[in-house]
């Protein structure tokens, strides 16, 4: 399984909030027209003006659903970025964006008061990921949100009675002024009829400092029931999932991976969905993950991490330079001493 250091910044998809409808005051009439005024509003950004991009074409408006990417016409409204575009928008991201694989396009973009909400897609070998990242006048990245590439479906090529089972998961986004909601459908069906279905929905609020704030997770009740099989992911894992909806800026996110760690790292069917997330979070957070095991060192989020260093999902060697690059001596010490025998089955230090 190829592991995309990616983590990564190049902005998401979503983008694009359902027109409320209006109301007897003609508050409906206003938003549509605060929207329509999107590419306007981004033909007067300097810094994009300063880079040569005109995102006319990618303009957020009321809602945005992601299946459109997949077609031809979003294939041409995507705007490519040059390499110095893309140094000027992502050398100063807080994650690396490290893959010579990866191809980022900006397929959204939003003018969220004094800031902008670029989209990115970056596309790899191995799908692709979507990151919404908000920047300032200055053309700063202030904050981000990174999630798995959506409208992802799988085949189940085993022997079926009653039609072949298809898993999906689905997403579009609705945006208003200062506010954005990720609409999300995980489920399965097969001959058209469908067998199980959870809808989760993901509400944020972007500050007038652009830093952006997840202010609630809805999980509807499971319709029917996932199996296990033909791709179903657990209702656990899609719990464990949910950490990666949690903005760049907040680190809450440590205590949440502990909390859901010690629930489920010891159940077999979900450890690899754990280190997935803990090599997630550990390439967006390296040292706000390393002070959470330097002060909680017998804690679950240790282990993990520990775990992913002898599944050499995380290289020993990186670990020690990332531990290197701390500024407090003292905790470099610890830390050291704390991952000394740490390392690959069958190797030791």
């Not at 694009?16 to 005024?37: L, R």
């Not at 296990?228 to 992911?233: F, I, L, R, T």
């Not at 967006?284 to 002898?310: F, R, W």
């Not at 050291?336 to 069958?346: C, E, I, K, N, Y």
Request: hydrophobic share 40%; with cysteine; charged share 20%.
């Amino acid at each position: 399984m190829n592991r995309i250091l990616i983590m990564a910044l190049v902005v998401l998809l979503p983008a694009m909030m359902q027109a409320c409808k209006g109301d007897k005051n003609g508050k409906g009439k206003a938003s549509a027209e605060a929207q329509s005024a999107q590419p306007e509003q981004l033909a007067n950004v300097a810094f994009l003006k300063s880079l040569d991009l005109d995102l006319s074409r990618v303009a957020i408006g009321a809602t945005f659903d992601t299946k459109f990417l997949l077609t031809e016409e979003g294939e041409k409204k995507r705007v490519q970025l040059n390499e110095h575009q893309i140094d000027a928008l992502l050398d100063d991201a807080p994650v690396d964006f490290d893959d010579e694989c990866a191809v980022p396009f900006i397929v959204g973009a939003k003018a969220f008061g004094k800031h902008v909400m670029l989209v990115f897609r970056i596309e790899t070998g191995d799908g692709a990921e979507l990151i919404f990242s908000t920047y300032n006048q200055a053309g700063k990245m202030v904050d981000f949100v990174a999630t798995a590439s959506w409208e992802s479906t799988f085949l189940w090529d085993g022997e079926v009675v009653g039609g072949h089972p298809v898993s999906y998961d689905s997403c579009h986004a609705t945006f208003s002024n200062q506010a954005f909601t990720f609409h999300r459908k995980v489920g399965r069906h097969a001959g058209g009829v469908v067998q199980w279905e959870q809808q989760r929905t993901y509400a944020y609020q972007v500050g007038a400092n652009g830093k952006i704030t997840l202010s609630k997770v809805d999980v509807k009740a499971v319709k029917g029931a996932p199996s296990g099989q033909y791709s179903d992911p657990l209702p656990e894992m899609l719990q464990i999932r949910d950490l990666s909806y949690y903005p760049y800026s907040d680190t809450n996110v440590l205590a949440a991976f502990n909390e859901i760690a010690k629930k489920h790292f010891s159940n077999a069917n979900l450890k690899e969905t754990l280190l997935s997330e803990m090599f997630r979070l550990y390439n967006s957070h390296k040292d706000q993950v390393l002070l959470y095991i330097d002060n909680h060192p017998n804690s679950a989020m240790t282990g993990v991490l520990h775990e992913c260093v002898k599944q050499s999902w995380l290289p020993k060697e990186e670990l020690y330079d990332d531990i290197d690059d701390l500024h407090n001596s003292a905790q470099k010490a610890r830390l050291m001493q704390l991952t000394a025998q740490w390392g690959p089955d069958g190797a030791v230090g």
